[in-house]
């Protein structure tokens, strides 16, 4: 052999060697150094994780009748990046479509992500990254799913995944408005809270949005283990699921029902609310906005279509706590509590006539009518206006008439902030809307915050409009030039339209009802609740009370000659038609009626009363925006409410003395009396 092959030899012997000890060193490395995290990557892959859902608490009524609920299910999980392509795609997915009963390019809409091109809006399209699991709505039958187990091939990319659906098992009530419903979490909450499973529901409204947190529970997990042949060998549990925590509220399912019932008979298109409080505790008893909806219609996701429909109606909006309204003539038990603080004898007489000259206007009774001299309690029988114009006009000549750079509040104004009515009443529902009262420092802040605008207004006049309606152009840019230089004076007129609940003034149902309950009550200012208490799965109870005013905001002689007076208004006043029939000499009803006037719209009809009316414990209170007369519109729906809470109308009713407020014993939590108190969740 010549040199230059054994050279050759020599030089191939070596590379041999060198990439041995390669090859030796890359395995010691693998063996050793990366062994452990190789072996858990290998496990990975004979084993697939999965979820455990966790199941909502309940949500109970006061006697523990289930408001909301749960409901265990099978549904399918689709994972796009698994799926064939092609043909056998399209199969795969007509063959899910069909099994839940929709179209096939619904279908495909839910697998693409939220804000991927083509995407449909939530709740159609899936928060998660594109290519993530899919678990579609539990609308199949658990029969018809059985084919994906029994011919798994005939469905790749696809699974059979467990879920807890919410159901709302109370039939006689929908009580939507108040327990809200739930929405899929959204991107940014997921960003915020990474742990939370992309198929989470949270609380959107009401008090599935207020008490989220207790109620959401905590999801679990579990382990599919697989043999190294790919047979499956069982579930393992990593982590079990720890169902929420337990809601018991104040709400009385007879009496939510008598609510629902009322506005439902009595309002068709038109919207309205009431509500029913207890005047000893400040709890809730019972809340409804009309149009209200189906809870059900969200448990699976509600379409766009759905959506707008909602909004269309107003069926979303909580006019109960969300809508504001001059309350009208409810506002003059406002106006009483004033006069006797600043020392007015509410047993004089006052005269009634039908107008009211104040400078250059002319203010008058509702239909014109006068009545002569009558006591103060006669002028709320019979809604005086006169007499309540003329009470407000003092109280502005006392306070200085006209003034420029008031920031004050006026006794009626003043009165009415310390029941409450120009803040959120501070309900343990979410969105509550804030009241707002008349007075000249409302005035003073409306003028700094408007005057600019109303000054532009009036140099440039209102073009369009004066083309259309040159009259109301001329109106409207004389009323602009009166505000621009005079906007901030709180004038006679001003004072005047504020004592009988006009002008500035508005306020909600809710709020009302808070404060007509220290109006008749024991006088002091509580906060509306609605949550009673919190139960939770190792039978831990612990209470949920209304916040009560310390010192008493209404004495002791208004809260009496209120209970008389605004008796007579449904035996012989603006409420006597609505309580025709009704057994006053068993159970006296002590109410107000309001009728407040909106330009260009019908009034807004107002109901507020307290029963019994010698020891109030029902507070109810009913609005309806353009209902008209408060005594014709609302009087009646608040009758009929009283009918419910009594059992005069066939149903059983609730105890007159007072409502039940045990806690219930619920899946294992024991029943208790004395328990810790916890403050409701803002």
């Not at 005035?443 to 000054?455: D, G, P, S, Y």
């Not at 209470?543 to 007076?565: H, M, N, S, W, Y």
Request: charged share 20%; hydrophobic share 40%.
């Amino acid at each position: 052999m010549s040199d230059r092959s054994n050279r050759r030899l020599t030089l191939f012997a070596i590379l041999v060697t060198a990439l041995l000890l390669v090859l030796l060193g890359r395995a010691a490395v693998l063996s050793v150094r990366d062994g452990a995290q190789l072996a858990s990557a290998a496990a990975q892959n004979d084993t697939q994780l999965q979820a455990i859902p966790a199941a909502r608490g309940l949500i109970l009524d006061q006697t523990g009748v289930p408001l909301a609920g749960n409901q265990g299910g099978v549904t399918l999980q689709v994972t796009p990046v698994e799926l064939p392509d092609g043909p056998r795609r399209e199969r795969t997915l007509a063959r899910v479509a069909d099994l839940m009963g929709e179209p096939t390019n619904k279908l495909e809409q839910r697998l693409l992500a939220c804000g991927s091109p083509g995407a449909a809006k939530p709740p159609i399209c899936h928060l998660g990254n594109p290519g993530d699991p899919v678990v579609l709505p539990a609308t199949a039958q658990p029969k018809a799913l059985q084919s994906v187990a029994e011919q798994p091939e005939r469905f790749p990319g696809v699974s059979l995944v467990s879920v807890v659906r919410r159901t709302y098992p109370a039939m006689p009530v929908r009580a939507s408005h108040v327990l809200g419903y739930l929405g899929q979490v959204s991107a940014e909450e997921l960003a915020q809270n990474p742990a939370l499973p992309r198929d989470t529901f949270v609380g959107r409204t009401g008090l599935e949005k207020q008490y989220d947190s207790v109620l959401r529970g905590t999801p679990g997990g579990q382990r599919l283990d697989a043999s190294s042949t790919g047979a499956a060998s069982g579930w393992d549990v990593v982590e079990p699921a720890q169902t929420g925590d337990t809601l018991v509220t104040s709400l009385a399912v007879p009496i939510q029902r008598a609510v629902e019932d009322s506005l439902a008979t009595r309002l068709s298109s038109q919207t309205g609310s009431a509500i029913v409080l207890d005047a000893k505790t400040g709890r809730v008893l019972a809340l409804a906005s009309h149009p209200d909806y189906d809870p059900d219609l969200w448990v699976d996701g509600v379409s766009n279509d759905e959506y707008d429909a909602l909004v269309a109606t107003g069926a979303l909006l909580n006019h109960a706590l969300q809508s504001l309204a001059a309350p009208g003539s409810i506002w003059k038990s406002i106006a009483v509590l004033a006069m006797q603080r600043e020392g007015m004898d509410l047993s004089a007489s006052y005269q009634c006539p039908a107008r009211y000259r104040a400078g250059s206007g002319v203010f008058t009774n509702h239909d014109s009518i006068g009545a002569g001299s009558v006591s103060l309690a006669k002028a709320l029988e019979i809604s005086c206006n006169t007499v309540f114009y003329r009470v407000a006009d003092k109280f502005w000549s006392q306070g200085g008439g006209e003034r420029s750079s008031a920031t004050e509040l006026d006794p009626i104004a003043l009165a009415g902030t310390d029941l409450g009515l120009a803040a959120p009443t501070g309900i343990d529902l979410p969105d509550e809307a804030s009241g707002s009262i008349a007075s000249p420092a409302a005035k003073q802040a409306t003028w700094q915050a408007r005057q600019e605008m109303w000054c532009a207004a009036a140099e440039s006049g209102y073009p369009e409009l004066a083309q259309q309606d040159p009259a109301r152009a001329r109106y409207f840019r004389k009323l602009d030039r009166e505000n621009c230089t005079r906007g901030d004076r709180w004038q006679q007129g001003d004072a005047i339209n504020a004592a009988i609940g006009q002008g500035g003034t508005a306020t909600s149902v809710v709020a009302m009802a808070s404060a007509y309950a220290a109006l008749l009550g024991d006088g002091r200012l509580r906060t509306p609740t609605v949550g009673r208490a919190i139960l939770s799965a190792d039978g831990d109870v612990s209470t949920i009370d209304p916040t009560v005013g310390q010192a008493r905001v209404v004495p002791p002689e208004v809260t009496g000659f209120l209970r008389k007076a605004l008796s007579r208004v449904t035996k012989s006043g603006t409420a006597k038609a609505a309580f025709a029939d009704f057994p006053l000499d068993k159970i006296p009803v002590a109410g107000k009626t309001g009728t407040a006037q909106v330009d260009g719209k019908e009034a807004t009809a107002w109901f507020a009363a307290a029963a019994p009316a010698n020891d109030p414990q029902y507070v109810v209170v009913a609005s309806v925006p353009q209902g008209g007369d408060g005594g014709s519109t609302a009087a009646p729906i608040v009758r009929s409410i009283y009918d419910g809470i009594f059992g005069l109308n066939g149903n059983p009713g609730v105890p007159s003395d007072a409502p039940n407020y045990t806690i219930p014993s619920v899946g294992g939590v024991p029943s208790a009396s004395e328990v810790p108190s916890v403050g409701a969740p803002s």
